[in-house]
Every structure is written in structure tokens, then in C-alpha cells.
């Protein structure tokens, strides 16, 4: 089976979440030049602005990195077409099929990874030509599917022979080991990124984040299909409490968590925002550089002293 690090031209095995708002130009350069792969999150955005982030990004490292894209976005079709124009070279996909898109990706020779959660939806994009996988459990932040990191990643390593990535509920070594030993070749990670200082996030959410404690996230949405991981706040009971009684439409409910989040990321609205994080930011204490928590990651695993 392909190394991931070799698929991907990068030094450390270590992929960014694509974070709808969060992941822009700054924090993409600063995760590639740290020596992973770095990721434009494509989410919440028109086409010129992706290109633009695009653009600046290539401005400011000569490394690989990415575009997430997410694929209920309005956009994403629009975004599918423009990233081969630009010559981008990883694809990550998140919140949907990116079947429809694979074969043109393929042809001009993009890497393509999408976020599974679950075994039957990792087997269908293994067999459609996805070159690796990012196996997400439950715990991550934002939108996510229903099970477990821990169960789910053996599940779609012994059927599938592409590299897997885990993601959900890593933020250090600790997790990258763990991932390592369930048969991961690598690690997303998005939550400890947000409490870094290159994340272009309002510092009351950074603060919130490394503040959180273990039961602090919740799961708004988990009965209309779109279940969404978010730190608990006002706005998290109201969306609960709105999704319970009133017929709301599943896309009014994505707009309000959509719009309610660039209350949080840009305002630092801690209280009517929606405050998107993994379980793990139970794990995150402090704010550091990109690099530092890279390196912490990498430098302090069994994997790279070889001992797993
Ligand atoms: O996509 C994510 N995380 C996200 S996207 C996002 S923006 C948003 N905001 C409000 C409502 C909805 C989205 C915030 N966080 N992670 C990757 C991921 N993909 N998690 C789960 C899935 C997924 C779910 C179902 C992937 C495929 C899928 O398949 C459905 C199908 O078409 O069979």
C-alpha cells in the first residue's frame, strides 16, 4: 500500500480539517510549511473567494496542501471545476458524495481523500477511485456521522487497501499512536488548530476552546440528518430546542448553525455563535504556534521514535 506521506509530498503524517470560516490562506500555509497538509476549507464560500484563498495560499508556502470541499455547499460544484484550473493537488470532501466529481478529479491527476463515517460509505469511495480515506468518528467537531473513531477506523482498515486517515478525537501523540495501532497510516486534526495563533478565529473562541472540558460539546441536529458537534452554549439549546418542536426545514436549521458560527468565528459571539468543536478540546490547554503543535504531535509519538 502507498505511504501517505509520499502520496502526498508531505514530512509529517498529519492532515488539517478543513473548517468551514476557519480554514483559510493563513492557517493552510502555516499547516504545510509546519510540514503537514494543509487544508482550504471551501465551505461557507463563493468560487472567487476559494480562488483567492488559493492564490494567497501558493503566496505563502512552496509545500502541498489542499482544498476541502464541502459538499452540500451551494457552491461545490462551481468550486469542483475551478480548483483543477488553479492546479491544486489534494481534494479532501466532507457532508456528501463526492462520487459525481471523482472521475474529472482523476483525470488531472488530483489526490483525492474523502471523509467517510461509516464502513459501507468507506467501501462505495474505495471502489470509485478515492486515493485515501479520512475515516471520521463521532467525536470530531462540526458535522459528523454516528460512530466512533476507536471502532470505526479497524472497520474500514480491514476492508479497504487504501491509506486511512483517522480523525475525531485526536489532538496530540497519545491519539496519533492510538490511530497508528487501529491501522491508520495518518491523522486529521481540526480542534487543537483552532487554539493555534495562526487560526484567523476571534481569540474569545480560542479561549472557549481551550477552556472546554470534556462534557462540554453537544450534538444539535441529530434528528434531522444533520448532526453538528458544538461547544454548548444558548444557541446550542435554542437549535435543540427549535429542531424538537417546530417543523423547521433541515436547511433553514443549516443556515441558522451556518450563519450562527460566523457569529462565533468573527465576533466571538460565545453566547448566541456556534462554537464547532471536537470531543478533544477537552484535551487542548493552551494556545500555541501551528508548529508547536505539530511538532508535539509528531516528535512525541511511539510511531516516530519507532517504538509502535
Ligand atoms: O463535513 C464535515 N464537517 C463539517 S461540514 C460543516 S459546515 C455545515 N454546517 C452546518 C450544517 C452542515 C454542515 C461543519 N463541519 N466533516 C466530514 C464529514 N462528512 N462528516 C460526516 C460526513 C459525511 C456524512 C454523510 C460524509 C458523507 C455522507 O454521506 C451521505 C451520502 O451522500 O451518502
Same mark, same amino acid.
Given at each position: 500500500?502507498?505511504?501517505? *506521506?509520499? =502520496? $502526498?509530498?508531505?514530512? &509529517?503524517?498529519?492532515?488539517?480539517?478543513?473548517?468551514?470560516?476557519?480554514?483559510?490562506?493563513?492557517?493552510?500555509?502555516?499547516? /504545510?510549511?509546519?510540514?503537514? $497538509?494543509?487544508?482550504?476549507?471551501? +465551505?461557507?464560500?463563493?468560487?472567487? *473567494?476559494?480562488?483567492?484563498?488559493?492564490?494567497?495560499?501558493?503566496?505563502?508556502?512552496?509545500?502541498?496542501?489542499?482544498?476541502?470541499?464541502? =459538499?452540500?455547499?451551494? &457552491?461545490?460544484? @462551481?468550486? !469542483?471545476?475551478?480548483?483543477?484550473?488553479?492546479?491544486?493537488?489534494?481534494?479532501?470532501?466532507? @457532508?456528501?458524495?463526492?462520487?459525481? &466529481?471523482?472521475?474529472?478529479?482523476?483525470?488531472?491527476?488530483?489526490?483525492?481523500?474523502? #471523509?467517510?463515517?461509516?464502513?459501507?460509505?468507506?467501501?462505495? =469511495?474505495?471502489?470509485?477511485?478515492?486515493?485515501? =480515506?479520512?475515516?471520521?468518528?463521532?467525536?470530531?467537531?462540526?458535522?459528523?456521522?454516528?460512530?466512533?473513531?476507536?471502532?470505526?477506523?479497524?472497520?474500514?482498515?480491514?476492508?479497504?487497501?487504501?491509506?486511512?486517515?483517522?480523525? +475525531?478525537?485526536?489532538?496530540?501523540?497519545?491519539?496519533?499512536?492510538?490511530?497508528?495501532?487501529?491501522? @491508520?497510516? +495518518?491523522?486529521?486534526?481540526?480542534?487543537?488548530?483552532?487554539?493555534?495563533?495562526?487560526?484567523?478565529?476571534?481569540?474569545? &473562541?480560542?479561549?472557549?476552546?481551550?477552556?472546554?472540558?470534556?462534557?462540554?460539546?453537544?450534538?444539535?441536529?441529530?434528528?434531522? %440528518?444533520?448532526?453538528? *458537534? #458544538?461547544?454548548?452554549?444558548?444557541?446550542?439549546?435554542?437549535?435543540?430546542?427549535? !429542531?424538537?418542536?417546530?417543523?423547521?426545514?433541515?436547511?433553514? $436549521?443549516?443556515?441558522?448553525?451556518? %450563519?450562527?458560527?460566523?457569529?462565533?468565528?468573527?465576533?466571538?459571539?460565545?453566547?448566541?455563535?456556534?462554537?464547532?468543536? %471536537?470531543?478533544? @478540546? %477537552?484535551?487542548?490547554?493552551?494556545?500555541?504556534?501551528?508548529?508547536?503543535?505539530?511538532?508535539?504531535?509528531?516528535?512525541? /509519538? *511511539?510511531?516516530?521514535?519507532?517504538?509502535?
Amino acid at each position: 500500500m502507498k505511504d501517505i *506521506r509520499e =502520496l $502526498l509530498n508531505i514530512e &509529517y503524517p498529519i492532515i488539517q480539517g478543513g473548517m468551514a470560516n476557519i480554514a483559510t490562506h493563513e492557517l493552510a500555509a502555516a499547516v /504545510s510549511n509546519a510540514g503537514g $497538509l494543509g487544508l482550504i476549507g471551501a +465551505g461557507g464560500w463563493d468560487v472567487d *473567494r476559494v480562488r483567492d484563498e488559493i492564490r494567497k495560499t501558493k503566496a505563502l508556502t512552496d509545500k502541498t496542501f489542499g482544498v476541502n470541499i464541502m =459538499l452540500m455547499s451551494p &457552491y461545490a460544484e @462551481a468550486i !469542483s471545476d475551478m480548483v483543477i484550473e488553479e492546479n491544486v493537488k489534494v481534494i479532501t470532501t466532507g @457532508a456528501g458524495n463526492p462520487g459525481v &466529481y471523482m472521475k474529472k478529479w482523476k483525470k488531472a491527476g488530483i489526490r483525492v481523500i474523502p #471523509v467517510v463515517p461509516s464502513v459501507a460509505f468507506a467501501k462505495r =469511495l474505495a471502489r470509485g477511485g478515492a486515493d485515501a =480515506l479520512i475515516v471520521e468518528g463521532t467525536e470530531a467537531g462540526g458535522h459528523i456521522g454516528q460512530i466512533t473513531t476507536f471502532t470505526l477506523v479497524p472497520q474500514v482498515c480491514d476492508v479497504v487497501n487504501i491509506p486511512v486517515i483517522a480523525a +475525531g478525537g485526536i489532538a496530540d501523540s497519545r491519539g496519533l499512536d492510538a490511530a497508528f495501532a487501529l491501522g @491508520a497510516q +495518518g491523522v486529521q486534526i481540526g480542534t487543537v488548530l483552532l487554539a493555534s495563533h495562526e487560526c484567523p478565529i476571534h481569540d474569545n &473562541y480560542k479561549n472557549r476552546v481551550v477552556k472546554a472540558k470534556d462534557t462540554d460539546t453537544v450534538v444539535t441536529g441529530r434528528h434531522t %440528518g444533520a448532526p453538528v *458537534r #458544538v461547544i454548548k452554549n444558548k444557541m446550542a439549546r435554542k437549535y435543540l430546542e427549535l !429542531s424538537k418542536y417546530n417543523n423547521m426545514k433541515l436547511e433553514e $436549521l443549516e443556515l441558522l448553525t451556518l %450563519g450562527s458560527l460566523k457569529k462565533a468565528v468573527f465576533e466571538g459571539d460565545m453566547v448566541n455563535g456556534s462554537i464547532m468543536a %471536537g470531543q478533544s @478540546a %477537552g484535551l487542548v490547554k493552551e494556545i500555541r504556534s501551528v508548529k508547536e503543535i505539530l511538532d508535539d504531535i509528531f516528535i512525541n /509519538s *511511539r510511531v516516530y521514535k519507532g517504538i509502535l
